[in-house]
């Protein structure tokens, strides 16, 4: 069965997970965490070389501020539970976004765990974490143009290559496949330029239900794609 090389997931539907069971939306947030181990480890059994996980988005702020603690709080939990098992298994971690503006707990939480996995081989666990599609693509253009205004390249000189290096995701390879759970069908400005050709996949669970069978499916799904790239 073909694989994607890059898959990226919109984990949708904590919230109302947690609704349907009559439970606050942090208890949802945390069944998603929950949710992320079998996931992780089918991808790294499986093949697949990139992982990325929509965490927090740019827009995600304005939630309401004890849901925003709570993920916030949850990141930091995630990283302390897991760091050892993730390190072991060889699992490369690379948070995609603006730490800059995420709490100094969370945003050193999450530079410790790159830091201690940026040698490892093994899957590539992407997190966006404050992050936003159109932000990215802005951030690329300003340092693009910040160069030439240098002189360390000309305006001519600009091309995808060098526009993909001054992504968040430089050195990944273009996303394949993008799963979305919940039944929503939009990708709410994440990875704009990376999903240009992507496939992709919208299932109805709550991510909290996204098991590893109805992982299977998705991939059995874009396996049977046929993907051209614009040609016959």
């Known amino acids: 069965m073909s694989l994607p090389a890059h898959l990226a997931v919109i984990m949708d ?6 609704k349907k ?8 947030h945390r069944a998603g965490v929950e949710a992320l181990e079998p ?23 304005a939630r309401p501020k004890d849901e925003v603690a709570a993920l916030m709080g949850l990141i930091v939990e995630y990283f302390n539970k897991k760091i050892d098992e993730l390190d072991r298994k ?4 690379r948070m995609l976004g603006d730490l800059s503006a995420v709490p100094d707990l969370q945003r050193e939480t999450a530079l410790r ?8 081989k093994g899957l590539k666990l992407n997190i966006a ?11 690329a253009a300003r340092r693009l143009a910040e160069k030439c205004a240098d002189g360390e390249m000309r305006p001519e000189q600009i091309d995808e290559v060098a526009f ?6 430089a050195g990944l390879p273009m996303v394949d496949l993008l799963i979305r759970t919940s039944g929503e069908e939009r ?46």
């Open 113 to 120: 765990a790159m830091e201690r996995t940026k040698d490892n």
């Open 39 to 61: 996931i992780i480890e089918a991808c790294g059994g499986w093949g697949i070389e990139a992982l990325t996980l929509f965490a927090f988005s740019t827009e995600n702020w």
């Open 13 to 18: 539907g904590n919230g109302r997970w947690a």
């Open 21 to 28: 069971r009559g439970m606050p939306r942090a208890f949802g």
């Open 90 to 93: 060889g699992v490369c971690i």
């Open 129 to 139: 974490l404050n992050y936003g599609g159109r932000q990215e693509i802005l951030r």
């Open 164 to 169: 993909e290096g001054e992504l968040y995701t």
């Open 187 to 232: 990708i709410s400005n994440f990875l704009l330029y990376q999903c240009a050709y992507a496939e992709f996949v919208f299932v109805p669970e709550y991510w909290p239900d996204f098991t590893r069978e109805v992982f299977a499916r998705a991939l059995e799904t874009y396996a049977r794609r046929d993907r051209r790239f614009g040609k016959v």
